[in-house]
């Protein structure tokens, strides 16, 4: 009770002070970005300026476009591009996940391994991975399974065991699995290691550790990257078109060698991928949000945006928020 009557006199002499009450009744105003609206509005004339010229441009040849859009080799070239990037993503991300586990692990001859592996697969271009596999007649004619260093069971014509399809799957795979492995090894060394020291003294399995507490953990540190990953593997797949892979680039070259309709026929394929990326971004997006929920921030609406910034152009229909004493 005493604390409250000494504290009486200092607030009422505060709010005597003329300077202390014209602070404690300021307004506050929202900062005014005129930089963004510039910048905004530059980028929008630009934007329509570039539809203007895709319209009105008579060699972009949009009515062929529409005819060999819904094609029927360009449905099948779409297919197998759809599914050389989905197997090639689980089989790649599962090796890459054995191959971080194996980097992190404390056997050396394990972790020497994996550094090699990914170190090797990554200085060489993916093309010439695939021309490698396409062309592993050349090196080994026959593969074979038996004994190491002793007879042979089972016996196969490596010319006729890697079609063009199998090897362009074996050579993504690889090439996946190294850049996943460092995607998953970043992932697991975000997590704190009291976590896992946690769990240890809990007497859990390193096996569950990892599935239960330290990959959930990582996710979010995983997903934007592999989402990444995804995305480029899925246009990395035209390269399979150099050694007659009829994915989605392929059956538009087969097409415009025929009919000389070059750009029409790569804007067909540009417009698939396009399609087939901003699903997959999507995708992302929401997997992002699922991994990340507790830590984001409630996103800024729109009109709330515009509202804020009003009085850079002038004071009618801002809002303010007033704060009295």
Same mark, same amino acid.
């Given at each position: 009770? $005493?604390?409250?009557?000494? +504290?009486?006199?200092?607030?009422?002499?505060?709010?005597?002070?003329?300077?202390?009450?014209?602070?404690?009744?300021?307004?506050?105003?929202?900062?005014?970005?005129?930089?963004?609206?510039?910048?905004?509005?530059?980028?929008?004339?630009?934007?329509?300026?570039?539809?203007?010229?895709?319209?009105?441009?008579? #060699?972009?040849?949009?009515?062929?476009?529409?005819?060999?859009?819904?094609?029927?080799?360009? !449905?099948?070239?779409?297919?197998?591009?759809?599914?050389?990037?989905?197997?090639?993503?689980?089989?790649?991300?599962?090796?890459?996940?054995?191959? +971080?586990?194996?980097? *992190?692990?404390?056997?050396?001859? !394990?972790?020497?391994?994996?550094?090699?592996?990914?170190?090797?697969?990554?200085?060489? &271009?993916?093309?010439?991975?695939?021309?490698?596999?396409?062309?592993?007649?050349? *090196?080994?004619?026959?593969?074979?399974?038996?004994?190491?260093?002793?007879?042979?069971?089972?016996?196969?014509? $490596?010319?006729?065991?890697?079609?063009? @399809?199998?090897?362009?799957?074996?050579?993504?795979?690889?090439?996946?699995?190294?850049?996943?492995?460092?995607?998953?090894?970043?992932?697991?060394?975000?997590?704190?290691?009291?976590? $896992?020291?946690?769990?240890?003294?809990?007497?859990?399995?390193? %096996?569950?550790?990892?599935?239960?507490?330290?990959?959930?953990?990582?996710?979010?540190?995983? @997903?934007?990257?592999?989402?990444?990953?995804?995305?480029? *593997?899925?246009?990395?797949?035209?390269?399979?078109?150099?050694? +007659?892979?009829?994915? !989605?680039?392929?059956?538009?070259?087969?097409?415009?060698?025929?009919?000389?309709?070059?750009?029409?026929?790569?804007?067909?394929?540009?417009?698939?991928?396009?399609?087939?990326?901003? @699903?997959?971004?999507?995708?992302?997006?929401?997997?992002?949000?699922? %991994?990340? #929920?507790?830590?984001?921030?409630? &996103?800024? #609406?729109?009109?709330?945006?515009?509202?804020?910034?009003?009085? !850079?152009?002038?004071?009618?229909?801002? #809002?303010?928020? @007033?704060?009295?004493?």
């Amino acid at each position: 009770m $005493t604390a409250d009557l000494s +504290a009486a006199p200092q607030c009422a002499s505060l709010s005597s002070e003329p300077h202390d009450a014209e602070l404690l009744s300021a307004k506050l105003v929202t900062a005014r970005k005129p930089g963004q609206w510039v910048s905004s509005a530059v980028v929008l004339v630009l934007a329509a300026m570039l539809v203007h010229t895709l319209i009105t441009n008579p #060699r972009f040849q949009w009515d062929v476009v529409g005819h060999y859009f819904l094609h029927g080799s360009i !449905l099948r070239g779409l297919g197998l591009t759809l599914w050389l990037t989905a197997a090639v993503m689980v089989c790649g991300f599962t090796l890459g996940i054995v191959l +971080a586990v194996m980097r *992190l692990s404390s056997n050396p001859i !394990l972790s020497t391994l994996s550094a090699g592996y990914v170190w090797l697969i990554r200085s060489i &271009p993916p093309l010439v991975q695939l021309l490698f596999w396409y062309e592993l007649a050349s *090196l080994y004619p026959q593969l074979s399974l038996g004994i190491p260093f002793g007879p042979e069971f089972v016996t196969a014509d $490596t010319a006729h065991l890697f079609s063009g @399809v199998l090897a362009a799957f074996v050579a993504l795979t690889i090439d996946v699995a190294a850049f996943a492995a460092e995607i998953v090894r970043g992932g697991i060394l975000s997590v704190d290691r009291g976590q $896992t020291e946690a769990a240890e003294a809990l007497g859990l399995s390193r %096996y569950r550790i990892f599935r239960r507490i330290i990959l959930p953990q990582a996710m979010p540190a995983i @997903v934007p990257a592999s989402g990444n990953l995804l995305i480029g *593997l899925l246009k990395a797949t035209s390269i399979v078109s150099v050694i +007659a892979v009829q994915d !989605l680039l392929y059956s538009t070259q087969l097409i415009y060698q025929q009919n000389y309709l070059i750009l029409p026929l790569l804007l067909v394929a540009t417009i698939w991928y396009v399609i087939v990326t901003s @699903v997959l971004s999507i995708g992302q997006y929401f997997v992002e949000r699922h %991994y990340s #929920r507790g830590n984001r921030r409630p &996103p800024q #609406r729109f009109w709330t945006t515009v509202r804020e910034n009003l009085p !850079l152009f002038g004071r009618i229909g801002s #809002r303010r928020i @007033v704060v009295t004493a």
